[in-house]
Nanobody, 115 residues
Framework: QVHMVQSGGGLVQPGGSLRLSCAVS????????LNWYRQAQGKEREMVAD???????NYADSVKGRFIISRDNVRWTVSLQMNDLKPEDTAVYYC?????????WGQGTQVTVSS
């Protein structure tokens, strides 16, 4: 069984930074791409960033240049460094892994950007 446990998040002022982390177990971490999604209140869940098994990254246009996704293939963690945060980044953030057995999600972490 794949488990994904998130940490980080919280309340930050506009222009501030936060870091999210996600610890993965139960899957061959090195073989899989990893994703971060977010869901704002009243909106659909959207992809924020992803990183392939070889470390190639991809970002939503709304976060490009501000967010950085990274992975640690020793500690089996995936992180999302979020800089220059804006009120529109307020959402619940989820890490995600997809493999032949299904799509697995972290528990979700609230990020609130407000003055």
């Amino acid at each position: 069984q794949v488990h994904m446990v998130q940490s980080g998040g919280g309340l930050v002022q506009p222009g501030g930074s936060l870091r999210l982390s996600c610890a993965v177990s139960g899957a061959n971490f090195r073989l899989h791409a990893l994703n971060w999604y977010r869901q704002a209140q009243g909106k659909e869940r959207e992809m924020v960033a992803d990183i392939t098994s070889s470390g190639i990254t991809n970002y939503a246009d709304s976060v490009k240049g501000r967010f950085i996704i990274s992975r640690d293939n020793v500690r089996w963690t995936v992180s999302l460094q979020m800089n220059d945060l804006k009120p529109e980044d307020t959402a619940v953030y989820y890490c995600n892994l997809q493999n032949s057995r299904g799509s697995f999600w972290g528990q979700g972490t609230q990020v609130t950007v407000s003055s």
